[in-house]
């Protein structure tokens, strides 16, 4: 049996066309463009390459983008700075400042430092606090793009066995609150895991957010499962070729077992780029005081 292949192409275009009809209801009717800021601070190249798509997308949509790069060895108040500016400015309803920070500098301050409305990467504690809770939260772009893409093989995810492997606080925690608000039932393994391959071989779904290329092995899933890898190891090509992006899952291998894969490139990356518009336009809404958008 070789599996269906989640295809991120379609289906985030398929979110960047409802993101972008909700952005010319809110210009038409309300005279809002909702506007994005990303920070990045020093020059890390995987980053420049997220951050470009990001700006062009947020564009595409109709939104406003705004850029703002640092020097690496910009001091902890300067940043801050900047922060405090973006909190205060209209025009801005979407803040995310690209991780991981150079060294010396405190991302935990950073992030809480952001106003929480304008939080559209979830990493607030104060979002993080809300999601857990099952209250309005804006919500970690990753996990939200990878529930989506689990849900047009499964309408319902209710009762499956899912397994996440990851523990971040910007992946694999809040997969985890959205998978219980699917009343999915939810395994969390992380580097202290005994015996991973068998707890993988119950998971019906498995998504795999760990930062080892290829780690999750074809027998390790169970016929038939449901694979979102949300992984992205850039690994030198060979003989100084281009450098390729491998996901955590040994996509080969996986494909052969598992009913559904995401592959990468062309799977979670591209939903995390186009739920951070979402998360744009939610914000806007909530900002203005009007009910939360259709997307
Ligand atoms: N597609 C996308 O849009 C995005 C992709 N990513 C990618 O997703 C991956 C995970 O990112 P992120 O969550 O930020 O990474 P972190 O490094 O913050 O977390 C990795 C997690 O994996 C666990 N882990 C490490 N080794 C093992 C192992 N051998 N067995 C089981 N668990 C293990 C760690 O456990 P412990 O807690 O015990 O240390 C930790 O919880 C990376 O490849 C990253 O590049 C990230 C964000 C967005
Ligand atoms: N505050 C913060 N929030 C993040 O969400 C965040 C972050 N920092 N730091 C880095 C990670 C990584 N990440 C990716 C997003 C999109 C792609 C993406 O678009 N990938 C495409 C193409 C990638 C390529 O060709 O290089 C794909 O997989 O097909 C990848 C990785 C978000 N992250
Ligand atoms: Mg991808």
């Known amino acids: 049996m070789t599996a269906r292949i989640i295809d991120g192409k379609t289906i985030s275009a398929e979110v960047r066309a409802r993101v972008a009809a909700e952005v010319t209801r809110l210009k038409t009717d309300h005279g809002i ?20 798509s990001k700006h ?24 801050m700075a900047l922060i405090a500016k973006l909190n205060a400015d209209p025009a801005v309803h979407g803040i995310l400042v690209q991780l991981p920070l150079p060294k010396g500098l405190d991302s935990n301050a950073v992030i809480d430092a952001i106003d929480p ?16 809770s099952g209250l309005f939260a804006l919500t970690p772009c990753t996990p939200l793009g990878s529930i989506i893409m689990a849900k047009t093989v499964h309408a319902s995810l209710e009762g499956m066995n899912a397994l996440v492997i990851g523990r971040s606080n910007l992946v694999g925690k809040p997969l985890v609150q959205l998978l219980l608000n699917e009343n999915a039932t939810v395994t969390i393994a992380h580097s202290r895991t005994r015996d991973l391959p068998a707890l993988c071989r119950q998971a019906d779904l498995v998504f795999a957010a ?36 491998l996901g955590d899952v040994a996509f080969a291998e996986a494909k052969e077992v598992a009913g559904a894969i995401t592959p990468v490139p062309g799977g979670v990356g591209l939903m995390t780029v186009a739920c951070l518009l979402v998360n744009t336009v939610r914000a806007a809404c909530a900002i203005h005081g009007l009910p939360k958008p259709a997307v």
């Open 117 to 132: 409305a304008k939080d559209v990467d979830g990493l607030n504690p104060t979002n993080a606090g809300r999601l857990a």
């Open 56 to 79: 062009k997308q947020t564009q595409e949509a109709g939104m406003a983008s705004f850029e703002h790069r640092l020097p690496a060895d910009v001091p902890q108040a300067e940043l």
């Open 210 to 245: 760990v930062g080892k290329a290829e780690m999750v092995k074809g027998d390790w899933i169970k016929p038939g499962a449901t694979v979102i890898d949300v992984g992205i190891n850039r690994t030198p090509g060979k003989d100084g070729g281009k450098d390729k992006l």
């Open 33 to 52: 463009t909702p506007g994005l800021a990303v920070v990045l601070v020093g020059n890390d190249p995987a980053s420049e390459v997220y951050v470009r």
